[in-house]
């Protein structure tokens, strides 16, 4: 017979979000900087992926919080 599975700890699907949010932000900044340093845009793609990344993030946030109500 087998034993139902438990859900993740609530505090582990947090930090989990936490990371990936992070590390998707910096990755952005990343990719911004060498964009702006291959078309001297200043810091305009930089700002322009954050923005980007940072909108995808809270919409991927807030899905993911509305299984949860």
């Not at 590390?23 to 992926?49: F, H, N, P, Q």
């Amino acid at each position: 017979m087998k034993k139902p599975k438990k859900p993740p700890k609530t505090w582990a699907v947090f930090s989990g979000l936490t990371v990936q949010m992070g590390v998707s932000l910096y990755l952005a900044s990343i990719c911004g900087k060498v964009l702006d340093l291959r078309w001297e845009t200043g810091k305009t793609m930089t700002l322009l992926l954050l923005m980007l990344v940072l909108a995808v993030n809270i919409y991927g946030l807030i899905k993911f919080l509305n299984r949860y109500k």
